[in-house]
Nanobody, 120 residues
Framework: QVQLVESGGGLVEPGGSLRLSCTAS??????LGWFRQAPGKEREGVSC????????YEDDHAKGRFIISRETAKNTVHLQMTSLKPEAPAVYFC???????????????WGQGTQVTVSA
């Protein structure tokens, strides 16, 4: 059983930055990923951190703007988001899996999500 707790969401102006954090507890996972979902839209991948080899992955919309990192001592993965665009509000979820991938159904454990709104 894996427990995930996200934090760091909020309201930010276009072009601004936010840092999301995901703290994990439990066993049986080797990757922590971030997904987002806007109302009426499918859940889409954002980024993933492979804890076994420190490899990171970013989806196309996140490349060059988002950086994922780990804080090992706190079992935490951070998602630093910069140059945020005025998109529809979305809930960002942290998820745990045995390997990184874009498909959300591969992830067996999910956090409760944190809301991110980019608006002037």
């Amino acid at each position: 059983q894996v427990q995930l707790v996200e934090s760091g969401g909020g309201l930010v102006e276009p072009g601004g930055s936010l840092r999301l954090s995901c703290t994990a507890s439990g066993r049986g996972y080797s990757s922590l990923g971030w997904f987002r979902q806007a109302p009426g839209k499918e859940r889409e991948g954002v980024s993933c951190f492979s804890l076994s080899d420190d490899t990171t992955y970013e989806d196309d919309h996140a490349k060059g703007r988002f950086i994922i990192s780990r804080e090992t001592a706190k079992n935490t993965v951070h998602l630093q988001m910069t140059s945020l665009k005025p998109e529809a509000p979305a809930v960002y979820f942290c998820a745990a899996s045995d390997g990184c991938g874009r498909d959300w159904w591969r992830y067996g454990s999910w956090g409760q999500g944190t809301q991110v709104t980019v608006s002037a």
